[in-house]
């Protein structure tokens, strides 16, 4: 996946997205204040402060949330 891509989603929304591994798992990003982008990692606050580290060669897709 393309860090680009994350980046934009970021900047130009505060719509909820998720993202979806390679292994399955399913990441939500409530709100871009939740994600750090850096070179070649990710990392998404989640649920009570959960930190999670992603490298973003294993981000299938970004699905867009409903809320």
Not at 31 to 39: E, I, M, Q, T
Request: no cysteine; charged share 25%.
């Amino acid at each position: 996946m393309n860090l680009d891509q994350i980046r934009q989603r970021t900047e130009y929304g505060a719509k909820l997205f998720s993202l979806q591994l390679s292994d399955g798992r399913r990441v939500p990003v409530p709100h871009p204040d939740f994600v750090a982008l850096g070179l070649n990692v990710i990392v998404v606050i989640g649920e009570n402060d959960r930190v999670i580290t992603i490298d973003p060669h294993h981000i299938v897709t970004i699905e867009e949330d409903q809320s």
